[in-house]
């Protein structure tokens, strides 16, 4: 059985602790400022309840370490984690910048540690039905990747309050716990899907969108140029509730398409799993047809902390690499620095592999 501590008990922890629920852990620290907040999984999993993370990392019993707290303590906590000696799973974005998640992951590295950003729309059966078919579409031509997100009439109107509200002269709520808007919530799932089908991009012309008086992005597009093609990029934050595979506003898909064949991948909105669904359509050129895999419900977060555990438990990095979170905030930082230029911008890929 393995032993964790889990750091924050914000909205996106129910996934994760029912993932470690689901594979019978133990759940040994409970950290969160919030003793409130944290109260219910404490008294689920008979845990201790710490306000400070250090409890977590400092306990030899702990073998691995989740941290869901907001990404601009990542970088520390990560840190401290992986000098006690501790795996970690870290929410994303690991890091508010590129050069803080390269720190983690290259202290990962050196020491050994097994560390994963929990991406888990890898874990999508879609996106890994799609993953295991993408051998059979040739040569890799175009790639269509988009995200659009129901988040309300903010093209309109700032909020007066809450997480879109920003403040004269401070920092939103959507900055400040969650690093940025679409590009940063929305769009990060997509450009690690980007990574995991295509490879790393060599090259970005990337545009960001962030309306006046705002801290935040409404609108993220990029092309980006890889080994197997371009992909065409779009986080966009929208008004509209109808659209989308599912016509509840959520409008997430990838579209492949090469030489002898192309795969269309939609995935229902992250927080939703118990009742909705992702879809794929494969279609093959030599025999001219269409395949759908329409998947029951199945919790992206649940299979993905099944596979990190499961990996920890034998001390084994395992398929994913220490570095997707860097990987993914690389990318980010590189969009946004084409956007301000106003030009096609090279990648500064500064870890060459994960060793």
Known sequence: ?????????????QFHFRGLERIGARVKWVCDLDEAR???WVARFGA???????PAVSDPEVEVVFVLTPSATHKRICLEAIEAGRAVVCEKTLAENAEDSRAVVRRAQERGTVFYTSYMKRFIPAVEKAKELLPRLGRILSTHATVCQPWGALWEEM???????TPPGGRSLAVSKYGGGILIMGGSHILDLVNFFLGRPRRVYGSVHVPEGRDYELRAAALLETERGPAHFEALAHPLR????????WDERLQITGTEGRLEIWSAAWDQVEHKASLLVHYDEASRAATEYRFPPASAFERAVAFFCGNIAQGRQ????????????ELIGAIQRSSALGQAVEVEWRIGSDE
């Open 159 to 165: 909020p007066g309050e809450g997480v879109f509200h």
């Open 242 to 249: 109808g659209i989308g595979f599912l016509r509840d506003g």
């Open 38 to 40: 944290a109260a219910p």
């Open 1 to 13: 059985m393995l032993t964790a501590g889990v750091i924050g008990c914000g909205y996106v922890a």
């Open 318 to 329: 395992g398929a994913q690499s220490r570095l997707t979170g860097y990987e993914v905030d």
């Open 48 to 54: 201790e309840y710490a306000a400070a993370f250090e």
